[in-house]
T-cell receptor
Framework: DAGVTQSPTHLIKTRGQQVTLRCSPK?????VSWYQQALGQGPQFIFQ???????QRGNFPDRFSGHQFPNYSSELNVNALLLGDSALYLC?????????????FGEGSWLTVV | DAKTTQPPSMDCAEGRAANLPCNHS???????VYWYRQIHSQGPQYIIH???NNETNEMASLIITEDRKSSTLILPHATLRDTAVYYC????????????FGKGTRLSVIA
């Protein structure tokens, strides 16, 4: 058990709606990243939060936004949902100062857009 | 884009060693080799990582060639529960560098 927890595990939304996914990092970790995994593909990096600020971002539109709270937990928000946003959304955490800076993943949130 | 090349699929008999190869010919001097696996419908699981020396933990062994252009992940006694997609990733091990996933190798362990 990696210790990263995500909620909800599954959800269904309608095109045009907005969704919020939540993540609690592994105990002691200070950095949270989000990845999107479409069916049959490897995970794709969305963005990363450290010290409550977005530090790095992948090639995703600004419909994808996030937040990190003082307790290091994080939210991923997606606005104006498209059918193509249907995917497994993975939260990952790490400790910036740890040797190896190993990244650990949660079990993900399955989003279906209809 | 991913900096690694892996075979798309492999089979292994249960109880035998599974040897998963990975090519990373453009690896930089400060990049480590990381291995993750993803069992169907679950999040990726960290396995092991290394820089240039061989590494072993309770899950697997990692053998990196002397020129660091390729590596092999070894599962010494594969079980049915090891059936998964295995990802080899090169990454700088500092500064919160994100992981860049390729397509990985789908390992099927057969009874």
């Amino acid at each position: 058990d990696a210790g990263v927890t995500q909620s909800p595990t599954h959800l269904i939304k309608t095109r045009g709606q907005q969704v919020t996914l939540r993540c609690s990092p592994k105990s002691g970790h200070d950095t949270v990243s989000w990845y999107q995994q479409a069916l049959g593909q490897g995970p794709q990096f969305i963005f990363q939060y450290y010290e409550e600020e977005e530090r790095q971002r992948g090639n995703f539109p600004d419909r994808f936004s996030g937040h990190q709270f003082p307790n290091y937990s994080s939210e991923l928000n997606v606005n104006a949902l498209l059918l193509g946003d249907s995917a497994l959304y993975l939260c990952a955490s790490s400790l910036v100062a740890a040797p190896g800076n190993t990244i650990y993943f949660g079990e993900g949130s399955w989003l279906t857009v209809v | 884009d991913a900096k690694t090349t892996q075979p798309p699929s492999m089979d292994c008999a249960e109880g035998r060693a599974a040897n998963l190869p990975c090519n990373h010919s453009t690896i930089s001097g400060n990049e480590y080799v990381y291995w993750y696996r993803q069992i169907h419908s679950q999040g990726p699981q960290y396995i092991i990582h290394g820089l240039k020396n061989n590494e072993t933990n309770e899950m697997a062994s990692l053998i990196i060639t002397e020129d660091r252009k390729s590596s092999t992940l070894i599962l010494p006694h594969a079980t049915l529960r090891d059936t998964a997609v295995y990802y080899c990733i090169v990454r700088v091990a500092q500064g919160n560098t994100p992981l860049v996933f390729g397509k990985g190798t789908r390992l099927s362990v057969i009874a």
